[in-house]
């Protein structure tokens, strides 16, 4: 074999070998790139899905969420498709008062001779709140009026909280508002004067508001009963609802029952 026809023959394995690496480096660059693609593609579609444990514990807690939720007896919006002005409504077991609250934007003696219902003019009146009370529940004191002596409406059966039995066994009473279920443990019941308490004292003051605490859970009238044993502790921020009504016979004097807000609950 001569010089030129080795040259020729080194020169082809030369250019097969050439060929082969490009072969091989195609072949590599493929199934790298599928292997890429692929993954890429799989790490996506396993984002797109949720684990099962994810999913499971979503519906756990909108379960939970559901459990929590107070029932809401109260068909506010019939009510107020009637009468805008009823915002709550209150509810004592065992007594007569089951009742919508209302609350005039103009006049705070509107209630005293007009229904809750359909505002028409009614001797009993209605449940209310006047206007230095929010319609939230969340003033120190939110004061509720209610007339006594109409047979057994409106708030005149408060005055069952006067025998110690029933007062020990009836620690609660309850305000609905729209969402909103609110519990309040009876504190103390108890023969008060005619003073306006919400214009009596200066509640913007925190040591009048701890005063009026201690009062309620120690009033000076000897007709009384106080409940000691309390869910929890009262404190600077507590939420104080004073039912108020008249005692027959005795114009100069009212009936108050005291309830603490204890629970604070959404509805469904």
């Known amino acids: ?19 082969k690496l490009i072969l091989i ?17 799989i790490y996506y579609n396993h984002l797109a899905e949720p684990a099962a444990d994810e999913t499971t514990s979503s519906v756990t807690t909108d ?5 929590k939720l107070a029932e809401n007896p109260i068909d506010f919006t019939s ?12 509810k004592v077991d065992d007594t007569n008062v089951n009742y919508p609250i209302v609350q005039n934007a103009a006049d705070d003696s509107f209630y005293l001779k007009h229904s809750a219902e359909d505002k028409s003019w009614s001797a009993s009146g209605a449940v209310y709140t006047e206007l230095v009370n929010h319609k939230n529940f969340n003033d120190a004191f939110t004061v509720v009026y209610g007339h006594n002596g109409y047979g057994d409406t409106m708030f005149t059966t408060l005055h069952k909280f ?17 969402g909103r279920k609110l519990t309040y443990q009876v504190v103390s019941a108890f023969k008060y004067d005619d003073r306006h308490i919400m214009n009596s004292f200066n509640f913007a003051d925190l040591e009048v508001v701890k005063e009026f605490h201690d ?13 000691t044993d309390l869910d929890s502790q009262i404190t600077d921020s507590s939420k104080f ?11 100069s004097s009212r009936y108050l029952v005291c309830g603490v807000l204890t629970k604070n609950e959404k509805t469904y």
């Open 1 to 19: 074999m001569n010089e030129n026809e080795l040259n020729e023959q080194n020169e082809k394995k030369g250019n097969n070998k050439s060929a």
């Open 25 to 41: 480096f195609i072949v590599v660059f493929v199934i790298v790139f599928c292997g890429i693609y692929f993954g890429i593609q």
């Open 63 to 67: 379960s939970q969420k559901t459990d």
């Open 79 to 90: 009510l107020q498709s009637k009468n805008d002005e009823i915002y709550a409504w209150i």
């Open 162 to 178: 006067e025998d110690t039995e029933f007062f020990n066994s009836h620690p609660y009473f309850y305000i609905y508002m729209p």
């Open 215 to 227: 009062y309620i859970q120690n009033p000076s009238s000897s007709q009384k009963n106080v409940r």
């Open 241 to 251: 609802v004073i039912l108020s009504t008249c005692i027959t016979n005795q114009k």
